[in-house]
């Protein structure tokens, strides 16, 4: 499945790269790649730091930060997407930098996978207990 997602984005990226580089040119083309790439990096640092900082201000708070960590995974997979060369992807990347959006997909995935997410550790604590319950020998103890 993996694969074959590879395939089909590459393939559309290399689409994309023609028709666009058909229209205004292959040099224009290239440039644009390029200043989206340090458009990407500046928004790339600007997001992570804003990110970073509000998660040692909730930290400091004393409340959980978790949300901001998950914004912290978006927002690195994010700069992964913008380094790799394509509209697509550059598309894809810039979205997962800007707050609202990102915050949208996050509340999006949670809400579509939170069954899935507590059914998985209950069941890992239900099978750590188990596994607990597996050590305890009962015996009888003597003293003389």
């Known amino acids: 499945m993996l694969l074959l997602i590879f395939v089909i ?3 559309l990226e ?4 023609i ?4 229209a205004i040119g292959t040099g224009n083309t290239i440039l644009l790649i390029i200043l989206t790439a340090f458009i990407g990096a500046y928004l790339l640092k600007q997001q992570g730091l804003s990110t ?3 998660v040692q201000q909730m930290q400091i ?3 959980n930060p978790s949300f901001e960590m998950l ?3 978006v927002i690195m997979v994010s700069g992964i997407l913008l380094l790799t060369p394509g509209f697509i992807t550059d598309s ?3 979205l997962g930098l800007m707050p609202w959006s990102r915050a949208f997909f996050l509340r999006y995935f949670l809400e579509k996978n939170v069954n899935r997410i507590f059914t998985s550790t209950q ?3 239900q099978k750590q207990k188990n596994r607990q319950d597996d050590k305890i020998v009962e015996g009888e103890f003597w003293e003389e």
């Open 9 to 11: 984005s590459t393939t």
């Open 14 to 17: 290399l689409m994309v790269l």
């Open 19 to 22: 028709e666009v580089g058909g």
């Open 52 to 54: 970073l900082q509000k």
């Open 61 to 63: 708070q004393g409340q």
């Open 71 to 73: 914004q912290g995974v």
């Open 92 to 94: 894809v990347g810039l």
């Open 123 to 125: 069941t890992q604590q």
